[in-house]
């Protein structure tokens, strides 16, 4: 029995698997040798007394913890692996379907729908020879009391630092990094607070209360900026509940017609995204920072 004892506790320096190889070969040793249960009963209160079965079973938990930890980790990498997976297919399939659409950037607005009603223009709606809207210290403009654009009429002829649709800020267009947005539209270098962004340019058509409308700002006179099939970097502005920067609509005296354009609400970053808030009651779940932030 001491040869048994010995067997054993030599394989203290193996692995736990070797170690149970090892109990098990001695199990079928013993077996054949017809060992009778008196005799095993001997050896295992030899092996207790020595502290062996307690040292054996603390190493075995041990080595178990630590085989455990290790598969968790695997299957911990394996799932943030298959998560990236599937977020670069979902932004790979958006960046397909944006491709596919027949898409045209345009620079200036489209008249598509027929029958679209001017609107009147008041001759006094002008500035007059002594606004200084040209000035880059001035921020005040007389037009811009009314909401209506500097035009070649204006003292200014239509080159007002603030209140033209001339002056845009650089911005690009990348992916947002959460999930299901796609793209959005970003500074691409520091924006003032009030500053004017860009135009958002598309296609004039009647709005149409069946329609839903993925890129489109609505205007007055049941009009609407589509800009689905054509339009400029400015679809790409996504909806936060937090914007920092707004969609303001100005009275056009060239056109006849309203025009839309961002401006910054608050200093804007450059590398940060630019937002803007669509309406109070959404068409879509949000998943903008402050909502996804809130949760």
Same mark, same amino acid.
């Given at each position: 029995m001491r040869h048994l004892f010995n067997v054993y506790e030599s394989t203290w320096d193996e692995s736990l698997n070797s170690r149970v190889a090892v109990r098990r070969s001695l199990e079928r040793w013993a077996?054949? %040798?017809?060992?009778?249960?008196? +005799? *095993?009963?001997? +050896?295992?209160? @030899?092996?207790?007394?020595?502290? +062996?079965?307690?040292? @054996? /079973? %603390?190493?075995?938990?041990? %080595?178990? !913890? /630590?085989?455990?930890?290790?598969?968790?980790?695997?299957? +911990?990498? !394996?799932?943030?692996?298959?998560?990236? &997976?599937?977020?670069?297919e979902k932004r790979a399939k958006v960046a397909a379907e944006m491709h596919a659409q027949a898409y045209e950037e345009i620079?200036?607005?489209?008249?598509?729908?027929?029958?679209?009603?001017?609107?009147?223009?008041?001759?006094? &709606?002008? $500035?007059?020879?002594?606004? *200084? $809207?040209?000035? /880059?210290?001035? =921020?005040?403009?007389?037009?811009?009391?009314?909401? *209506?654009?500097?035009?070649?009429? #204006? /003292? #200014? =002829?239509?080159?007002?630092?603030?209140?033209s649709f001339e002056n845009a800020r650089r911005v690009r267009v990348d992916e947002v990094d959460r999930d299901e947005v796609g793209f959005g539209l970003f500074a691409d270098e520091e924006i003032d607070a009030s500053a004017f962004v860009g135009e958002y340019v598309g296609e004039y058509v009647a709005f149409e209360e069946k329609v839903r409308y993925e890129y489109a700002v609505r205007l007055g006179e049941g009009i609407l900026i589509d800009a689905s099939a054509a339009g400029n970097d400015m679809r790409f502005a996504n909806h936060s509940c937090d914007p920092n920067a707004e969609m303001n609509k100005k009275f056009d005296p060239e056109t006849g017609f309203e025009r839309a354009g961002l401006y910054a609400l608050r200093h804007i970053s450059k590398g940060e995204e630019i937002t803007f808030k669509y309406s109070d009651k959404l068409w879509f779940e949000c998943l903008c920072d402050a909502c996804v932030n809130r949760t």
């Open positions: 077996k054949k %040798e017809k060992i009778t249960a008196e +005799v *095993v009963r001997k +050896v295992c209160s @030899d092996f207790k007394s020595e502290g +062996v079965l307690a040292k @054996d /079973a %603390e190493q075995s938990q041990t %080595e178990d !913890e /630590a085989e455990w930890n290790k598969r968790k980790q695997a299957r +911990v990498a !394996e799932q943030m692996r298959r998560e990236a &997976e599937q977020k670069e620079n200036s607005n489209r008249f598509v729908a027929r029958n679209i009603r001017r609107l009147a223009t008041d001759s006094d &709606e002008s $500035c007059n020879d002594t606004c *200084v $809207c040209t000035r /880059a210290q001035n =921020h005040t403009c007389g037009c811009a009391a009314f909401e *209506v654009l500097c035009s070649s009429r #204006c /003292a #200014c =002829h239509g080159k007002c630092l603030t209140n």
